[in-house]
């Protein structure tokens, strides 16, 4: 091999070198950044797919928060020994809530004579431990006595109710 040979092998290798450098400069500097980016545009593609599932999961927002007016609830009920009643709420009709509803309320005796006010549904209520007693009078009016758990019940219902109404504006 001729000098001139030996040189150009040495700029080969020297070239080279420099190469190699940027090559693990490359390596130890941008992989981190590159896998970001990667990581990035994955998780942007998947929020693209899943667009509709979000949007709806944020439409039902709404639904989390009346759970937690159950939530609620339910731990007060517990707390205040009212359990089997709040149970028995859940089987009721609507008419014998709004009955339950109206007439739970702690006061002196209200005349009601609703649609609500019948033997079937003041009967439900009694039979869930709400009313102590009821009867037809002779005038045709009902008569109803509220038990203590009533009271107690409709009064938990409707402050957590209101809570929740002042606390929704």
């Known amino acids: 091999m001729s000098a001139e040979n030996t040189s150009r092998v040495g700029e ?7 190469k190699r450098e940027i090559i693990l400069a490359l ?16 998780v942007v593609l998947w929020l693209f797919f899943m667009r509709g599932g979000l949007f709806q999961l944020l439409a039902n927002t709404q639904e989390v928060k009346i759970g937690s007016f ?15 009643q709040l149970r028995a709420l859940k ?13 739970g309320k702690k006061r002196e ?3 009601y004579s609703g649609p609500e006010v019948n033997e079937t549904n003041l009967q439900a209520l009694k039979n ?19 038990s203590d758990d009533g009271f107690a019940l409709q009064r938990l219902i409707f402050g ?3 809570a929740a109404i002042k606390g929704s504006g």
């Open 27 to 42: 390596i130890e500097f941008a992989s981190r950044p590159l896998a970001t980016v990667f990581v990035a545009l994955l």
């Open 128 to 146: 869930a431990g709400l009313l102590s007693e009821f009867y037809q009078q002779p005038d045709k009016q009902w008569f109803w006595r509220v």
């Open 109 to 111: 005796h209200i005349s």
């Open 160 to 162: 957590l109710l209101t």
């Open 12 to 18: 080969r290798n020297d070239s080279k070198q420099p």
């Open 91 to 103: 089987n009721m009709t609507p008419d014998q809530l709004e009955l339950f509803l109206i007439v």
């Open 70 to 84: 159950e939530i609620q609830l339910r731990e007060q009920a517990h707390y205040e020994d009212l359990g089997d």
